[in-house]
């Protein structure tokens, strides 16, 4: 029984939802794509089998930050023989490892290095018992996060013999679980599925005046820990040195050195820091079930991205708070960031004509990498759509904010999914206040009509 090996292995009395399905049917041999919230226990999927089977576990996942996580949980458990192949080892000590993969049961790679000759015919010596593909949603050119490394792993797929392949992803629109079974999975493939729904979390919007001030009021009142978002790290230390005197407050954000982020984060779960300002490279692995409230200081880019960061919150099931701060204009952040991202690939399209190409930024240079294994017009068609539709997802995002509905059924509805019970405490439109703010709602008459057609028309791609 699959209980019986869950025990003896990792000591959990039971599964969480999801998990035993995705484990059976990668048993029986299936590709299998679980989407599965944030903190629901993802990587048990390939944890458990790896006990069960024969063979190598490869999984390729784009940040570094989040291998270590995953190898560290492995090590806690008594597991030795996990490896991280990344682009920091010297020569000598990758070539070690890719000379004695077969000792290593857990193989953590980024889909680069996956795709480096050296690496990849050495894989194909082993025996590979599950090829996994976390945060799956990378894959695809529709989502938030694409990344055009992620389309290679289809050829690295096919190289290394069609290994039994598994999916993970949190967040994933019905447009985009298609592309993740067209680009990555076999025809005969199984999905779990998990409502994105975080009943206890309630969802609020606060159209601001003042955010400062209104933020101090929130966190003046709060119990328990919090989450403070901002998107970006100038504005995250800027927040904390306006609010550092009089709250036990830290910081964190990517620009960090790791010990430092290892300490913050520490701090913030052993309760030493009530309130955590950060960006989204917070959160990660980061595995602290009693996270009260998160508030949003600045607009999210997506509704992909709001929906993993307010999913930190209530890990233990208990009454929750997300609550984003609106200020007329917090978009116009976003949008000048995505004028910079347009910017460097038009740069970059116009050195490829010229033939020019010095001085590439190191994503430039990883795009050219990327244009000698997709082609040059295909590859580029896919950096403009993407572009797009992150445009569109910010629009999606300020539609959410500037809705006057239940803020759930909007959020459910963006995931193809449909609200079937209001839960007690659900958001600002059914009665959910935060009492410490007096909450002013601007009118948004003159462009609620633009906003409605917007919301009509995402509703209908859905379908
Ligand atoms: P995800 O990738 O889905 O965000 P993780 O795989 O990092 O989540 O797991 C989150 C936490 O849940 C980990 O601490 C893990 O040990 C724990 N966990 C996973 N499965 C179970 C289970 N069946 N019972 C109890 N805890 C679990
Ligand atoms: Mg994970």
Redesign the pocket.
Known sequence: MLEEA?YRY?H?????PG?KEAISSLLQGKDTLAV?????????CYQLPAYLKEGTILIVTPLISLME??LS?LQKNGEKRGVILNGNLNEQDKMYILEHLMNYKFVFLSPEMLMQEKILSRLQLVEIALFVV?EAHCISQWGIDFRPEYRNLKQAKKRLGNPITLA?T?TATNEVKEEIKTVLLNQNTDEYYDSVDRPNISLSVIQSKAKLADLKKILTNAKGSVLIYCATRKKVEELYYQLKNKYTIGYYHGGLDSSQRRLLQQQFINDQLQFLVCTNAFGM?V?KPDIRTVIHYELPDSMENYMQEIGRSGRDQKPSDAILLYQSKDEKIHYFMQQQAQQERELFEFRLEQKQLINLTELQEKWLRQIKISGKDFFLAQLRQNETEKQKKLEQMLGYVRYNGCRREFLLKYFGETLTEVPDRCCDFHGISNTSIEVKNFNFSAERMHWQDILLKMFKEEK
Request: net charge neutral; hydrophobic share 30%.
């Open positions: 869950l990792f959990y009395k039971q599964f969480r998990q599965l919230p944030t903190g629901t226990g993802k990587s048990l996580d995953q949980s976390d993970l949190a692995g595995d």
